[in-house]
């Protein structure tokens, strides 16, 4: 069973192809983070967690969902963090959240995908993107693949500075830069509310037509990558780049049928 947390679609296209390469379920983390309902879920194949990397590791909203859900059946996990630099040593901290969960540590591997993070800095430019995204169906073919027959994936030995950035620097970048009060709308906004329809958090809500933040959220750039105007920006850091977003929304909130 692949199961995928995606802001703009890099780890969705990433599980689906996995899924499709397994002949596994594919479940939405959005979905079920965005309803409060954790979910219990029996399979007879290994589990497979694709999402992106935020501050190199795996999302926390991903690890406050994991400790939630149950999980019967095959034990074995593979994690799959899609980055547009590094995982740095996440993989550490999966195989402690393995153990909690009495879990089957199977490895985790980053996959290169665009850079989607308009908070921070720059994005590729959409042609770009596209050649990214072709460059990494390669990778994720092998890794399916080592999924399908019951293989680890390889095991990735951290550098130092991995070590730091998924160890002491993590706490200190949710702590002081993931928030949300450097979002704002411009009278460009068409009051469509897609940017709250999509917000797995439910951190974001119309007040006459426009969108407003309500302070409880991971960055995940659904909200402004989405947005068909390009009426949200993040201070200025956004402004005049690129927006990443190749999310299938369908697919991301119908609920589906996953098989085990």
């Known amino acids: ?7 703009t679609g890099n780890s969705q296209l990433a599980a689906v192809q996995i899924a499709e390469a397994t002949g596994d379920g ?12 954790p979910g219990s879920f029996q399979s007879e194949r290994p589990l497979v967690f694709v999402a992106p990397t935020y501050s190199w590791r795996l ?3 991903v690890e406050q969902w994991m400790e939630a859900a149950e999980f019967a059946g095959n034990k074995d ?8 630099g590094s995982a740095g040593n996440a993989a550490k901290y999966a195989r402690r959240l393995c153990e909690r969960k009495g879990l089957a540590f199977r490895g985790l591997v980053e996959v290169a995908m665009p850079e989607n993070y308009l908070a921070l800095g720059p994005t590729p430019e959409a042609g770009e993107c596209q050649a990214i995204i072709e460059a990494a169906r390669p990778r994720i073919a092998a890794l399916a693949e080592l999924v399908r027959t019951g293989e680890p994936f390889p095991d990735e030995p951290p550098t130092l ?11 200190l970048f949710y702590r002081f830069y993931v928030h949300d009060s450097g979002f ?5 906004c068409i009051s469509c509310g897609k940017c709250a329809a999509r917000c797995p958090l439910n951190n974001v809500e119309l007040a006459d037509g426009r969108p407003v933040w309500k302070g409880n959220c991971t960055h995940c750039m659904a909200c402004i990558a989405g947005c068909p105007v390009e009426a949200i920006e993040y201070k200025s850091v ?3 780049r690129h927006r990443h977003y190749v999310m299938d929304d369908a697919l991301c909130w119908d609920e589906g049928t996953p098989r085990a």
């Open 161 to 171: 500075v991995g070590r730091l950035e998924s160890g002491p620097v993590n706490p």
């Open 184 to 188: 704002a709308v411009s009278d460009a």
């Open 26 to 37: 594919l479940v939405s983390v959005n979905r079920l983070v965005k309803l409060g309902e």
């Open 59 to 61: 999302p926390r909203v």
């Open 77 to 84: 996990a593979y994690f799959v963090l899609t980055c547009g």
């Open 238 to 240: 956004s402004v005049g």
């Open 1 to 7: 069973m692949v199961f995928y947390f995606s802001g």
